[in-house]
């Protein structure tokens, strides 16, 4: 594909864009997670199904991220990316207005579908309109609007919990998707069709199969699985966690899921930091942060600790996604839009499975083995983060970096 060259000004509105997308589209996903009480009282079923709230936006998001790689590949991303959003806005309004769970599971599963050409599409937008020295820039942007998602959704729909309905929350959110549309459609840039439209879905899907045969890859999505995997499981636990142990109230654990944010503004600067000190040593290093803070939290009963340790996990974390993105950037070249997207299946696959294994830990007080699992499971990404060996194109890009 043929590099495209934009102002100084277009990049930034583009990453701006973006981040702004990545934050309020995946805030949707985390939104139910403060309200799993709410839904069990309300529609008078157990705490274990009103989990699937949750996990039926997170499957059917890692189905879509499957979808809309190869249909991609053949139309093109913004176009993808604009009508997602648009049909997002008023999925997530008609979920204001249920009065049955059922409705409610099945829209937030649609909702989910949907919502899924964003994560994948957008990384691979920002790999094809960036110019090399920008893109981890712009991909750590993209991370950081996903990561504060997790954080920013709970918050949000926290506040209104407090002071009026939940439903209103999914309201105003879709009426914030609509507007959102309309400034994805006039102010990014068209990207070029990267295959030709006589190329069938048939060979696009072909061409994602040999790509998750690929051994680098296979390597780099145990990473990708432990990342939401265990921020969803930590963020699912919490609440319950903070209330049993340390009998906090609902305001105080809001403030303490906000504090984490501070861990996530170091994702847009891992660009940087891998540029000075190697890609797969930043890899590791976060890997190493997150599960060093879940160990420390199964022997620290201090409650300040507690809320510094989820802060670095955090951290970690972020510094983790957007470099694995990259890694997968790197060693999929010319097939990105087919190996991010399987990546993101891979990564909403970890999402929406981490919810009904915490609340089953949660039910039975098991939280020390909860954390134990999770930094496990981290763990497992950590090894096989030392089998992957990049292209040697990758001295030529952090070169770039560094200058950029």
């Known amino acids: 594909m043929t590099e495209v060259t934009l102002t100084r000004k277009q990049y930034s509105i583009m990453t701006f864009l973006l981040f702004w997308c990545g934050l309020i589209i995946l805030s949707s996903m985390y939104m139910t997670i403060p309200l799993l009480t709410i839904f069990s009282k309300e529609f008078s079923i157990t705490l274990e199904q009103s989990a699937w709230a949750g996990s039926a936006f997170s499957f059917c998001y890692a189905i879509g991220c499957l979808l809309f790689g190869p249909f991609s590949d053949q139309y093109g991303r913004k176009i993808f990316l604009f ?23 099945i829209l937030r599963a649609l909702q989910g579908l949907v919502a899924a050409a964003f994560a994948p599409l957008s990384l691979v937008y920002a790999g094809e309109m960036f110019p090399k020295e920008k893109r981890v820039t712009a991909i750590g942007f993209i991370s950081l609007g996903l990561f504060m998602a997790g ?16 439903s209103y929350s999914f309201l ?29 879905l ?12 690929e051994r680098q890859l296979l390597f780099a ?45 170091i994702s847009p ?20 942060l997150s599960i060093t803070s879940l160990l420390f939290m199964i022997t620290q009963p201090n409650l300040i600790l507690i809320v510094v340790l989820t802060i670095f996990f955090v951290m970690g974390l972020s510094l983790v996604n957007p470099i694995n993105i990259s890694v997968i950037n790197l ?31 949660l039910k039975n007080e098991l939280y020390q083995l909860a ?13 096989s983060s030392l089998f992957i060996k990049l292209p040697t194109s990758m001295n030529l890009l952090n070169k770039n970096m560094k200058s950029g």
Do not use: C
Not at 233 to 243: E, R
């Open 83 to 105: 009508t997602s959003i648009f049909l997002l806005s008023f999925i997530t309004i008609a979920i204001s207005f249920v009065s049955q769970f059922y409705i409610l599971v």
């Open 331 to 361: 060693i999929a070249n010319k097939a990105r839009g087919s190996a991010l997207s399987f990546n993101a299946f891979i990564l909403f696959l970890g999402a929406s499975s981490s919810p009904i294994m915490a609340i089953f830990l």
């Open 151 to 166: 954080i920013i959704g709970q918050v949000y729909v926290g506040v209104f919990q407090k002071f009026t309905q939940w």
């Open 172 to 200: 105003l959110i879709g009426l914030i998707y609509l507007v959102t549309s309309y400034f994805v459609y006039r102010y990014l840039p068209d990207d070029f069709i990267p295959t030709s439209k006589t190329s069938s």
């Open 202 to 213: 048939k060979q696009a899907v072909r061409k994602m199969y040999q790509q998750i045969k």
């Open 371 to 383: 954390f134990l699992l999770f930094s496990l499971f981290l763990f497992i990404g950590m090894l």
């Open 269 to 288: 600067f891992a660009g940087r930091i891998a540029a000075r000190f190697g890609m797969l040593q930043t890899l590791r290093v976060g890997l190493i």
């Open 221 to 265: 999505f145990p990473i990708t699985f432990s990342i939401l995997f265990s921020l969803v499981g930590l963020y699912t636990m919490l609440g319950h966690y903070l209330s049993l142990q340390y009998g906090l109230q609902e305001q105080d654990i809001l403030m303490i899921r906000a504090i984490g944010i501070v861990g996530m503004l």
